[in-house]
């Protein structure tokens, strides 16, 4: 990796830790989950930084994929398990980090997705396979009594896109992909008290271009110019407006320009935890860079 792209990365994943810290220092019982969106948001721009998908934050027995919506007139609630999943980005490098805020009792769960994330950091280094991170973390949560999201991974990163290979599972897997030195990837496992499944929420707030084609419809092309410096990373429904936002969205997924990210999520009445860093993959070991 050359030098000026690790230090992207790692500026990047400072900028990213700090405002993943002040973000989750909002969020309390009674305050407005748009507000914390939007303030966690306007302190990448100040950073000088960029936003590499919209602010996650997802409650309870979603996983993930929500955020605020428009004008969202939800608060934080006593007894919400809050994820808060942040992506920054500097030139196209991508820290990607999440913490758990518990407004409730429930420790242990906060605890297993964090320390699955730290016992499987501490595997990492060249020749390590991704089913052997993914036993650790399976362990790890399973060890206190919860279920590990098998559906959701953590992912490769590269220039401009956040979800490559190597795909680092939650789970025990024969295999996988061998780890190797120069790597940068995002661990993220995810502790549950339903069945350790998600599926498509019908909530959908985020969306990402996936394709250049025409499109006709006025507001369809509106929409397109809106997220050109996207450079193909997510936007959030709340980003755009306009009377025919909706319309236009709708049109771009059914022409298939934009893929649709339904919130995920486990059983209703469920809690689900998550902890998540970016990571390089060193000679012995991996830098952080989301610390
Ligand atoms: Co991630």
């Known amino acids: 990796m050359k030098d000026t792209v690790l230090e992207a990365y790692r500026e990047a994943g400072r900028v990213a830790s700090r405002i993943l810290r002040e973000g989750t220092a909002m969020v309390r019982v009674d305050g407005s989950i ?11 721009r100040e950073e000088g930084a960029g ?3 919209p602010l996650n ?13 428009p004008g969202d007139p939800r608060v934080f609630r006593k007894g919400d398990m809050v994820k808060m999943d942040l992506g920054v980005q500097l030139d ?9 805020v518990d407004l409730g009792d429930n420790p242990r769960l906060v605890e297993a997705s964090r320390e699955a994330l730290e016992a499987a950091i501490a595997r990492v280094r060249p020749g390590v396979t991704t089913g052997e991170l993914g036993a650790v973390i399976q362990g790890e949560i399973e060890g206190r009594g919860f279920r590990p ?6 992912h490769g990163l590269d220039r ?5 290979p190597p795909t680092i599972p939650n789970i025990a897997i024969q295999g996988g992909a061998v780890v190797q030195e120069g ?11 339903g069945t350790g499944m998600v599926s498509d929420a019908p909530r959908i707030q985020i969306f990402q271009q996936i394709a250049e084609k025409p499109v006709r419809l006025p507001a369809a092309r509106e929409i397109l110019a809106r997220v050109k410096d996207r450079n193909g990373l997510p936007f959030a429904r709340r980003w755009l407006d306009g009377p025919r936002v909706e319309i236009g969205l709708a049109t771009l997924v059914r022409a298939s320009i ?14 689900v935890s998550q902890a998540e860093h970016t990571l390089i993959v060193t000679a012995d070991g991996a830098l952080v860079t989301t610390r």
Do not use: C, K, Q, W
Request: hydrophobic share 50%.
């Open 34 to 44: 748009l507000s914390v969106v939007e303030a966690v948001e306007a302190r990448v």
């Open 51 to 53: 936003l590499a998908f």
């Open 57 to 69: 934050l997802s409650l309870n027995e979603d996983a993930a994929h929500d955020t605020a919506t």
């Open 92 to 100: 196209g490098y991508i820290a990607d980090t999440a913490a758990t």
């Open 149 to 154: 999201v098998a559906n959701l991974t953590g």
């Open 160 to 164: 401009y896109r956040i979800h490559g």
């Open 183 to 193: 790597m940068a990837f995002a661990i993220e496992p995810f502790a549950s008290t």
């Open 258 to 271: 934009l893929h649709a990210y339904p919130v995920l999520h486990d059983t209703p009445g469920s809690l």
